[in-house]
């Protein structure tokens, strides 16, 4: 019995032993065995893309939002009723006219013995007026033979003064009347008041108006306008006409979305209001484009505005001397730009613009002349991380790594996630 207990703690305890032995060999090769050399963990440049700053005279260009409207627009109306008996075929929405073309006709014909009767009156007060005339040269005589026997308070009335001035009036009144039945004769014809495009008809052949009448609604060819909210601080860079109407800021209308790529019209500011938008802080501005639906330009090709439509516009301000300009997109965190040192390493520069539009800034002081941009997204930049450009951080890679950046543009997250991966 006394043996089989011993056998039975023999074979518990081996295990514990064995293991016991293994930690103490363990800890004794650790403390006397050579120790390996620890070494910093190596530092990965990021993959990015640059362009190289540069310093010139460069004009503002504010950017805005702007709404087409005519310059001239009226709802013609009849000045005298009648029945219409003619209209022009291409009055019609979309038909065209020059200035005193034609629209329409009112029948005429009552307007024209009208100005017949009219003609009646003014012979008969022509031939009264002759008759007092010589009725008054009578008196005359007689006054002149009759010498002091009348007093000089029937002066007037011995030489019939008031019968006179009464048919030099009653003349004038009839040739009044008769200047306004060939008025009304006149307006029977309904014509273009301005050069004009067709917005709405509203009246047929056949259709009887009176005075006031809505015959159309005309819109004017030769310009129209763009009404743009300007922010204010943006005012000091954009010329307004001078007194005699010279002058204003050029200003090129785009229509992205419609037109074809690259297409724009030109236009010059003509006028700014005097007060504040309901908005708040903005200004509306107007802006004058002639020719809107290109009508009389060699250039067949060039876009038409379509009254009511939202365009984008770029008013060209003052130039700026000496700057540098940097699209807004790689203006980070509001004022601060990526830079790459000399050495390949980022940093980060905070800028003071003297203009700040929606897509580009022009700094004066705080960039130079070649210094290297960083036209990659970083998703964590640091100050001095290590930088690298496509094809090396040799000198021959940088010098293509540039000029890459400038012929293909800014680089993307994706090209940042690429050089990751590539390494």
């Given at each position: 019995m006394k043996d089989k207990l011993k056998m039975i703690l023999k074979n518990r305890w081996s295990p514990?032993?064995?293991?016991?032995?293994?930690?103490?060999?363990?800890?004794?090769?650790?403390?006397?065995?050579?120790?390996?050399?620890?070494?910093?963990?190596?530092?990965?440049?990021?993959?990015?893309?640059?362009t190289t700053l540069e310093v010139a005279d460069t004009q503002v260009t504010v950017e805005a939002l702007g709404t087409v409207k005519s310059a001239l627009d009226v709802r013609l109306q009849?000045?005298?009723?009648?029945?219409?008996?003619?209209?022009?075929?291409?009055?019609?929405?979309?038909?065209?006219?020059?200035?005193?073309?034609?629209?329409?006709?009112?029948?005429?014909?009552?307007?024209?013995?009208?100005?017949?009767?009219?003609?009646?009156?003014?012979?008969?007060?022509?031939?009264?007026?002759?008759?007092?005339?010589?009725?008054?040269?009578?008196?005359?005589?007689?006054y002149e033979l009759m010498g002091d026997i009348i007093d000089d308070d029937d002066i007037e009335l011995v030489l019939r003064a008031p019968q006179l001035e009464t048919a030099r009036k009653a003349h004038i009144a009839a040739l009044a009347a008769l200047e306004q039945a060939r008025i009304d004769l006149d307006r029977t014809t309904v014509v273009a008041p301005f050069n004009a495009i067709v917005e709405d008809r509203l009246v047929d052949r056949g259709g009887i108006v009176a005075a006031n009448t809505a015959l159309a609604t005309l819109v004017g060819t030769d310009a129209c306008w763009v009404e743009v909210l300007v922010r204010v601080d943006d005012l000091v860079w954009i010329e307004t006409p001078r007194a005699d109407g010279s002058g204003g800021s050029v200003v090129r209308v785009r229509q992205d979305a419609v037109w074809d790529k690259g297409a724009w019209r030109e236009g010059r500011v003509l006028s700014r209001s005097g007060s504040l938008d309901a908005q708040g802080g903005m200004v509306r501005v107007?802006?004058?484009?002639l020719d809107p639906f290109n009508l009389r330009t060699a250039d067949a090709a060039a876009p038409a505005l379509l009254m009511g439509s939202f365009v984008d516009v770029e008013l060209l301000g003052q130039t700026v001397a000496d700057a540098v300009l940097v699209e807004r997109r790689y203006v980070r965190d509001g004022n601060s730009v990526w830079l790459m040192d000399d050495e390949d390493n980022l940093r980060i520069r905070t800028i003071k613009p003297v203009y700040a539009g929606e897509s580009?800034?022009?700094?004066?002081?705080?960039?130079?002349?070649?210094?290297?941009?960083?036209?990659?997204?970083?998703?964590?930049?640091?100050?001095?991380m290590?930088?690298?450009?496509?094809?090396g951080a040799t000198a021959e890679g940088k010098g293509a790594g540039e000029k890459g950046a400038g012929a293909g543009g800014p680089a993307s997250g994706d090209g940042e996630a690429e050089g990751e991966k590539s390494r």
């Open positions: 514990l032993m064995i293991l016991f032995v293994g930690l103490v060999i363990s800890g004794v090769v650790a403390a006397t065995g050579p120790e390996a050399p620890r070494r910093q963990p190596q530092r990965q440049a990021r993959l990015v893309e640059v009849a000045q005298v009723g009648g029945q219409v008996i003619y209209v022009s075929p291409r009055l019609i929405p979309g038909g065209r006219f020059a200035e005193g073309e034609m629209l329409l006709r009112i029948d005429a014909r009552e307007y024209e013995f009208a100005v017949r009767q009219r003609e009646s009156d003014v012979a008969r007060a022509e031939q009264a007026l002759k008759l007092e005339e010589s009725q008054q040269e009578i008196a005359r005589r007689e107007i802006v004058e484009v580009q800034v022009l700094v004066v002081e705080g960039l130079e002349a070649g210094e290297r941009l960083v036209t990659t997204h970083l998703s964590a930049p640091v100050e001095g290590p930088l690298r450009l496509k094809g």
